[in-house]
C-alpha cells in the first residue's frame, strides 16, 4: 500500500494499514483454501448474503457475488478519545474486512464532533473521498460505524462505489462463517432485522432487491394486496421470514436445552469460554480438552458453540464451552439473534473470560465482553480472566491488566504455560458437590460406584468381603439414589 497524499486538513489522521501486519496480507482465504477447501467453497457460495445482497443497484446478481467486497477503503469518524483508540478502531475494521475477504487498499479518519447525520464524513469531505476511491480503484467503501439508511444512500449517490457500514460486514461474516442449523438460522434472521430497518429509507430499487431475495417462495403478484406498495410487501414478507425463523429457531433451541438439562440433571458443573474475537478461546479449549476446534487467525472463526467434557484431577466430570467471540459495538441484532446460544454463557457455573495480552488495548476488550455479558444475564456469573498469548505479549503490558484484574491469570494457549495452574484454579472454582455420604455398594453396583467417581468427590475407598466401603461427597440428586446403600451411623 502507498501512502497517498491527497489534501485532508490537519484534522484528518492518514494510516498506513500494513505497518506491522502480518506478511501475508491475504490472509484468510489464501491460508485456509489449503487446509479447508470444501470449508472455503461453502463459504463463498454462501456470499450473497440477504443483508447485503440489498445494496445491489444496478449490476446483476452474479456479478454482485464477485464485486463484493474486493478492494475496499475503509472511512472512520473519529469523536472520541485517543488517537491511538481511533488507529485500533480503524485497524479491527481492516481485520474484520479481511477476513470477509477483502483487500484493504486504504483507511482515513476524520476528526469531528459527531457524525454528519447526511453522509456520515462531512458533506466537504465526501468529494476527497471520491478521488481517493477513484485513484485506488476501490470498489466499497466500508465505514467504521452503523450507517442510517439516508447516509448510505447519499454516500453510495456521491461516491458511485458500494457503501457498507460495520454491522453490515459483521453480518457477512456470520453469514460466511455460520455452518449449523441453528447458527445460519440466526445469522439470517439478524440480518433480516437490520434489512428491515433500511427498507425505509431506501427507494425502489433497493426494495426490488429485497423482494427478489427475501419471498423467494411464492413472492409475486398474488401476494399483493389492493394498493400496497412494493416497501410494504417487502416489509411484510420479511415479516413472515422472521417468525418462520423464530419458529424454527424456538424448535432448536429445544434440543439444546434438553441437552442442558440433561447436564443439569448429573449436576454436571460447565465452564464457559468467553471473551473477545481471536483473544484464542478456542485454542484454549482444545488446549485444556484436545477438542479440536477450528482455530483461524481470523474474526469470528466459531460460531458454534462446542461443549467437551473434561475431567477433574479426581476424576470428576465437568463440560467446557467454547462460544462465539465478541467485538466493540456487536451489533444489537446479533446478539439478540444469538441469545440462545448466549444463554449457555449466562447458566454456566463458571466463566472463562479470555483476553488477548498481546492486543495493543486489552482492556477495552475486556470491557466491550463485560457489556455484552451484562446484556445476555451473564453479569453475575463468576468469572476468572485469561490472559492468553503471554508468549506475544509484553510483559510490561500486562502490568496494567493485572492491576486492574488482579485475579487474573496469565496463560499461553499456544506453549502451554500457564494451563495447568488455570486447570487447578477451574477445579478449585467449580461448584463443589455437598452432600456427604457412607456407603457399603454391593459389588454388583459398580455402576454406581462409578458415578460416584464421576459426579462426586471420593474421600476413602475399601472393598470388604460385604462390598465397596466408600465415603464420598455428591451432590443433592445422586444422594437419594445412593440412599438405600447409606451406612447408619449407629450401625
Ligand atoms: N502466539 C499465540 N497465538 C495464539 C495463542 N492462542 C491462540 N493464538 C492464535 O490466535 C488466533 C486465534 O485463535 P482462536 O483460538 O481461533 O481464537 P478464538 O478466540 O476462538 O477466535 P474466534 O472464534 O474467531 O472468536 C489463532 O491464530 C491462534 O493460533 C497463544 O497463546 N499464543
Ligand atoms: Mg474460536
Redesign the pocket.
Known amino acids: 500500500m502507498t501512502t497517498q497524499s491527497h489534501s485532508y486538513e490537519e484534522a484528518d489522521v492518514e494510516l498506513d494499514l500494513d505497518q506491522g501486519e502480518d506478511s501475508d496480507s491475504s490472509s484468510g482465504y489464501d491460508t485456509s483454501l489449503s487446509t479447508e477447501g470444501l470449508e472455503l467453497e461453502e463459504r463463498q457460495a454462501l456470499r450473497r448474503v440477504v443483508g447485503m445482497s440489498t445494496e445491489l443497484t444496478d449490476i446483476s446478481e452474479v456479478e454482485y457475488r464477485k464485486l463484493l467486497l474486493e478492494r475496499v477503503l475503509l472511512v472512520g469518524v473519529w469523536t472520541e478519545g485517543s488517537a491511538e483508540d481511533a488507529e485500533n478502531s480503524l485497524a479491527e475494521l481492516k481485520l474484520l474486512a479481511e477476513t470477509a475477504g477483502s483487500e484493504v487498499l486504504d483507511g482515513v479518519i476524520q476528526r469531528r464532533k459527531k457524525p454528519d447525520p447526511a453522509t456520515f464524513i462531512g458533506s466537504g469531505k465526501v468529494a476527497d473521498l471520491r478521488n481517493l476511491v477513484a485513484s485506488l480503484g476501490a470498489d466499497t467503501v466500508i465505514a467504521d460505524g452503523e450507517l442510517a439508511p439516508a447516509q448510505l444512500r447519499n454516500l453510495e449517490d456521491k461516491l458511485k462505489v458500494k457503501v457498507v457500514d460495520r454491522t453490515a460486514l459483521i453480518l457477512d461474516i456470520f453469514a460466511q462463517?455460520a455452518k449449523s442449523k441453528e447458527g445460519k438460522a440466526q445469522v439470517e434472521l439478524a440480518q433480516l432485522q437490520y434489512m428491515k430497518q433500511r427498507l425505509r429509507g431506501w427507494g425502489g430499487n433497493l426494495s426490488r432487491q429485497a423482494g427478489g431475495r427475501v419471498g423467494a417462495a411464492g413472492g409475486g403478484i398474488g401476494g399483493r394486496g389492493p394498493g400496497e406498495t412494493k416497501i410494504e410487501t417487502d416489509r411484510r414478507r420479511i415479516n413472515t421470514k422472521i417468525a418462520k425463523l423464530r419458529h424454527e429457531l424456538k424448535a432448536l433451541k429445544g434440543t439444546r436445552s434438553t441437552m442442558r438439562q440433561e447436564r443439569r440433571r448429573h449436576s454436571i458443573p460447565s465452564v464457559a469460554?468467553a471473551?473477545?474475537?481471536?483473544?484464542?478461546?478456542?485454542?484454549?479449549?482444545?488446549?485444556i480438552t484436545g477438542a479440536g476446534?477450528?482455530?483461524?487467525?481470523?474474526?469470528?472463526?466459531?460460531?458454534d458453540p462446542t461443549t467437551r467434557r473434561t475431567t477433574t484431577s479426581d476424576g470428576r466430570v465437568y463440560t467446557f464451552t467454547?462460544t462465539?467471540?465478541?467485538v466493540r459495538h456487536l451489533p444489537h441484532d446479533i446478539v439478540e439473534a444469538f441469545r440462545s446460544t448466549l444463554e449457555e454463557v449466562a447458566d454456566a457455573d463458571l466463566l472463562l473470560h479470555?483476553v488477548?495480552g498481546?492486543h495493543p488495548d486489552p482492556l477495552a476488550q475486556i470491557q466491550a465482553v463485560r457489556e455484552v455479558l451484562a446484556e445476555i444475564g451473564a453479569g453475575d456469573v463468576r468469572e476468572i480472566i485469561v490472559i492468553?498469548?503471554?508468549?506475544?505479549a509484553d510483559p510490561m503490558a500486562l502490568a496494567p491488566i493485572l492491576h486492574r484484574e488482579p485475579h487474573a491469570i496469565v496463560?499461553?494457549?499456544?506453549?502451554g504455560?500457564g494451563i495447568d495452574k488455570l486447570t487447578a484454579l477451574v477445579e478449585a472454582s467449580l461448584p463443589q458437590p455437598d452432600v456427604s455420604v457412607d456407603l457399603l455398594l454391593p459389588y454388583d453396583r459398580g455402576d454406581l460406584v462409578s458415578r460416584i467417581h464421576s459426579e462426586g468427590s471420593v474421600d476413602t475407598l475399601e472393598h470388604t468381603g460385604e462390598g465397596t466401603r466408600l465415603a464420598a461427597r455428591v451432590h443433592a440428586g445422586l444422594a437419594d439414589e445412593l440412599a438405600p446403600y447409606e451406612v447408619s451411623t449407629t450401625r
Open positions: 462463517h469460554i471473551g473477545y474475537t481471536n483473544a484464542g478461546k478456542s485454542s484454549l479449549l482444545n488446549k476446534v477450528l482455530v483461524e487467525n481470523a474474526l469470528f472463526a466459531t460460531l467454547d462465539v467471540g465478541f479470555v488477548d498481546s492468553n498469548k503471554a508468549d506475544l496463560v499461553s494457549a499456544r506453549t504455560d
